[in-house]
């Protein structure tokens, strides 16, 4: 569905964020400066297709990143199911969503490669982020309190 944005500054830096029910933001729209006229597709996943696999490649610049959401238990370190991961390029302000799979597993893609970037993780009122420093793009792990 198209949007037309008007009167914004040339130069102005912007993240996009779409939803529906149902679907989720799995991948960043990539941050844009405004030159003129644009036009960007931002795609939603449906929460029964997410995936946890970084296979698919990332734009030049940007990056997938993975990891497991854990928490301590008695017996050791456990992976924790249907936790809410995202990605904040600003505090409050998910610009990629998902959640981990089964195994609490996740992944999020569209993330700028060179920067350090807040990564959130979320069940109930147990809510922690991790600083994924630049380059990195596997094996995050993302204990909750």
């Known amino acids: 569905m198209p949007s037309l944005l008007s009167a914004l500054p040339a130069g102005a830096h ?3 964020q779409v939803w529906k029910d149902g679907y989720i ?3 960043a729209a990539r941050s844009v400066t405004i030159q003129g006229d644009m036009t960007m597709d931002l795609t939603l996943v449906s ?3 997410l995936t946890a696999s970084t296979t698919q490649s990332a734009p030049a610049g940007l990056r997938w990143v993975s990891g497991t959401i854990v928490e301590m238990t008695p017996t050791g370190k456990q992976p924790v199911a249907g936790v809410f991961v995202d990605f904040e390029p600003l505090e ?3 610009a990629a969503v998902t959640y981990s799979d089964a195994a609490g597993r996740f ?3 569209g993330l700028p490669q060179n920067d350090t970037v807040k990564v959130g993780a979320g069940l109930g009122k147990r809510v922690t982020y991790a600083n994924v420093p630049p380059g990195q ?3 995050i792990e993302i204990t909750l309190p």
């Open 25 to 27: 933001q799995q991948c």
């Open 14 to 16: 912007l993240w996009f």
């Open 47 to 49: 929460k029964v297709n």
């Open 137 to 139: 793009t596997t094996g």
């Open 92 to 94: 409050d302000f998910p």
């Open 107 to 109: 992944a999020l893609c």
